[in-house]
């Protein structure tokens, strides 16, 4: 066994310990006799009332899910499908769409039909068909017809949030649905291998950080009219929205880095204005990835996490630095390396490991005392104040948990290229 090999296989083990110690935190307080309770950071007690978030029990599935995927303890599966009966119970609609909020009763508080919420109910279902969860591969295919037939719009991509009756709320697109919908897209073919959802994936990610990307500097914007024209005056007033905030984000860059970076690792079909180049190029989803990476760390890596926002020039608009974005990171730089190996790049793949550590050594910045992590930190010159999330909230730890996810298979792949 190679020394290489033998780092990769312990990265894997460190890795798979993160994710499952994230999940241990969760199980069993995080379940409810129906559906799931967010936990406090700071004191570990449920949050008051009873409403569930429709992205907070498709995260929770998915959690649960990777677990038992990692061969994580039993109650790692009987989580994930406890959560899917409840998404089907409590958030499922008679006409296959998913409402918002609900109470635990299954009682619709919000029956806005969010894109965003629907990406996550197809990836609810991925992470379930992969684990083995009974049922979930049929609602993987009904979830995937409903999002063709009520979401996708005439570009191929995802439309806006809907009211009860499916006309849009507003005139707008969003690259925040598209791209968790890619990486719903790309769990579906993981789950399954059929070639429909990597062409999904693929088309999604082309456009939005191929194409749409020509008109800013290859920068990703997150805002646009219903023709897929950037609309950067969206929000101008709300910097600090917790969804939509003007400018550009890094932590999206990180985000969609990792999943071009699967895109790579599945051999998707690769935009002709990316070329086909090998190891040591900048060309190829592996290519466009690693330019994605590097313009967050450029213009928004802070030492103790990213930047909330920023202008086009790398000039900071919000500095909270976000949880998610940090996790994003580590992801981001676990695949990266991981295709580096694989096309031969070692130094590349050096590079993204030293990222990968120091990422992970600010992760204590975030994790509260009850071992959940914090929504965020205030910039340092509101004394690094942390911020718990509202609820009825969406975040049970999915960002961290996908981290170490992401972290540990590539790392796994890392060792079997390294053989």
């Known amino acids: 066994m190679t020394g290489t090999r033998a780092d990769a296989e312990r990265r894997a083990r460190t890795s798979r310990a993160r994710l499952l110690a994230t999940l241990r935190v969760q199980y069993p307080d995080a379940l409810a006799e129906r559906g799931y309770r967010l936990l406090h950071p700071e004191t570990g007690d449920h949050y008051t009332g009873d409403r569930r978030h429709l992205v907070a029990t498709c995260r929770s599935v998915a959690n649960f899910a990777a677990g038992a995927l990692a061969d994580g303890p039993d109650w790692c599966l009987d989580a994930a499908e406890h959560g899917l009966s409840f998404l089907e119970e409590a958030h499922g609609s008679d006409d296959g769409g998913y409402r918002l909020v609900v109470e635990a009763d299954g009682t619709p508080v919000d029956r806005t039909r969010s894109a965003y919420g629907h990406a996550f109910a197809l990836l609810a279902y991925a992470r379930a068909t992969a684990a083995g969860v009974d049922g979930a591969r ?7 017809d409903l999002v063709d037939d009520r979401f996708r719009d005439e570009a191929g991509l995802l439309r806006s949030d809907c009211s009860p009756d499916w006309s849009e709320l507003e005139p707008y697109r969003g690259q925040n649905a598209n791209m968790h919908a890619c990486e719903a897209y790309v769990a579906a073919y993981e789950a399954t291998g059929e070639a429909t959802y990597l062409d999904r994936a693929r088309h999604i ?27 950067f005056e969206y929000n101008a007033d709300e910097p600090r929205h ?41 060309a190829g989803w592996y290519g466009r990835a690693l330019d994605l990476f590097d313009a967050a760390v450029e213009n928004g890596w802070a030492e103790n996490g990213f930047v909330y926002t920023h202008r086009a020039d790398g000039s900071p608009i919000v500095e909270d630095r976000y949880g998610w974005a940090l996790a994003e990171g580590i992801g981001a730089a676990a695949a990266l390396a991981e295709r580096a190996v694989a096309r031969g790049d070692a130094e590349t793949a050096a590079r993204l490991r030293d990222w990968h550590r120091r990422f992970l050594v600010c992760t204590d910045l975030f994790r509260g005392p009850a071992g959940v992590w914090y929504e965020k930190r205030l910039p340092s010159d509101a004394d690094g104040d942390l911020v718990a999330p509202e609820p009825p909230g969406v975040e049970p730890d999915y960002h961290p948990a996908s981290a170490a996810f992401e972290s540990w298979r590539s790392a796994r792949a890392e060792a079997d290229d390294s053989s």
């Open 205 to 231: 990610a082309e456009t939005v950080t191929v194409d749409l990307a020509t008109d800013t500097d290859g920068l990703l914007w997150e805002h646009y009219t219903t023709d897929w024209e950037h609309d």
């Open 242 to 282: 917790q969804f939509r905030p003007p400018g550009y984000q890094p932590g999206h860059h990180v985000e969609w880095a990792k999943f071009l970076a699967l895109l790579d690792r599945y051999d998707a079909a690769v935009p002709n204005s990316l070329g086909q180049g090998g190891a040591g190029t900048d």
């Open 138 to 144: 049929e609602g993987l295919a009904a979830t995937h």
